[in-house]
């Protein structure tokens, strides 16, 4: 944090440093529930997954306004809410493969698979590798936000709670549109798996549309049950209005065609695609920016 952004605040610094280690120790939790979304996707049942991360956005807006509002822990507060939806998520996420025989002992899996690793590898390489620069770009994009003081931090960590729960639905149809490309492409029908991307884009867009001009209009009324900072409530309210037009009309788009991608076997392109539109905007521009 020093290095990037030399003085701050001593205050500041320590409760930054808090929320950073809080969302850390949260990190397996993620990647527990993240495992078994997938397991339920190869399975087929899309429903599981979306029901969990729902619920699970709901447990940390809940835990938000008491960690938040109630015991009055600040920018902690919101580090701990989120901490406690991503047990949660895997907690029940595990819980569900487990009572439906989906997973086996850890040592039924010692035995090592080399020709289906080398698959796995391909595309678990290049997701993992843009999860990773994702997060990475995500707490550097926070300790932009630290020499702005604790309201900045506090806008952004409890809108990224609600921006989770709206996105839920738009982006679980992403998963949709990458098992049709794979039938379509499996059973060599272009022409389907062409059909079935743009259809699906149009229903997300929808949906996005819906959910976020619902929140445009219902959010700002909610967030003061959060805090009652005016500052803080300005920066909500602009955030709230930049991803209601950015979600619905760029978001969409750009998921889609990346789910197509992945689901046609090519997550190369779109890893690289990504990981410098990361570097160059969110962390070039956003640096110049703020």
């Known amino acids: ?17 808090k929320y950073i280690r809080l969302l850390g120790i949260s990190l397996p939790f993620e990647a527990i529930f993240q495992t078994c979304a997938c397991a339920c996707r190869g399975y087929n049942e899309h429903r599981i997954p979306m029901f969990v991360s729902v619920s699970g956005s709901v447990i940390k807006l809940i835990a938000s306004f008491f960690f938040i509002k109630i015991f009055k822990f600040g ?33 039924k899996c010692i035995r090592v698979n080399f020709s289906l690793l080398k698959s796995v590898f391909y595309l678990g390489v290049f ?59 499996g059973s060599k029908n272009i ?17 996005a549309l819906i959910a976020w001009l619902t929140a445009f209009i219902t959010l700002p009324h ?32 750009t998921v889609t065609i990346r789910a197509a991608l992945d689901g046609a076997g090519d997550a190369k392109f779109a890893t690289i695609v990504t990981i410098i539109c990361l570097f160059v905007f969110d962390l070039g521009l956003g640096y110049i920016l703020t």
């Open 222 to 253: 909610i967030f003061p049950l959060y805090t009652e900072n005016e500052e803080t409530l300005a920066l909500l309210g602009i955030i709230l209005t930049i991803n209601t037009f950015a979600i619905p009309l760029i978001s969409i788009f």
């Open 191 to 207: 022409a389907k798996a062409h059909y079935m991307i743009w259809k699906c884009y149009i229903y997300n867009v929808f949906m």
């Open 75 to 107: 920018i902690v507060g919101a580090a701990l809410a989120i901490m406690i939806g991503r047990i949660y998520n895997a907690f029940v996420g595990y819980t569900v493969l487990r009572r439906r025989s989906w997973i086996v002992s850890v040592l």
């Open 1 to 17: 944090m020093t290095l990037f952004f030399g003085d701050i605040d001593p205050l500041i610094l320590k409760e930054s440093i």
């Open 127 to 185: 997701s993992s590798t843009e999860h990773f620069a994702t997060v990475f770009a995500g707490t550097i994009k926070t300790g932009y936000l630290v020499p702005f003081g604790i309201s900045h931090i506090t806008a952004s960590s409890v809108f990224s709670t609600f921006s989770e729960l709206l996105n839920t639905t738009p982006f679980a149809m992403t998963t949709i549109v990458r098992n049709y490309v794979a039938i379509g492409i």
